[in-house]
């Protein structure tokens, strides 16, 4: 009779194992790039020459993609 309370949190654990390490990861990974992001500080003249320079090459290879769009990509 004692090992029947026992035995069920086993079963739970088990049963909820996977989850949890899908969970752990995810959450992981958020923290990496909420860290990453934080890391990654352009000024907002360096930002337009970048995301500028990123147009005129896929303007280059006949691609046209707004300034705005291109920035919304870079959020």
Same mark, same amino acid.
């Given at each position: 009779?004692?090992?029947?309370?026992?035995?069920?949190?086993?079963?739970?654990?088990?049963?909820?194992?996977? /989850?949890? #390490?899908?969970?752990? $990861?995810?959450?992981?990974?958020? !923290?990496?790039?909420?860290?990453?992001?934080?890391?990654?500080?352009?000024?907002?003249?360096?930002?337009?020459?970048?995301?500028?320079?990123? /147009?005129? #090459?896929?303007?280059? $290879?006949?691609?046209?993609?707004? !300034?705005?769009?291109?920035?919304?990509?870079?959020?």
């Amino acid at each position: 009779m004692e090992n029947i309370p026992r035995a069920k949190s086993l079963d739970i654990r088990e049963q909820y194992e996977p /989850q949890l #390490k899908e969970l752990q $990861e995810a959450y992981g990974e958020a !923290m990496f790039e909420i860290l990453a992001r934080k890391k990654v500080v352009i000024s907002v003249g360096r930002r337009r020459e970048m995301i500028a320079s990123v /147009q005129q #090459k896929l303007a280059a $290879e006949g691609m046209k993609v707004s !300034m705005g769009q291109l920035d919304n990509l870079c959020l």
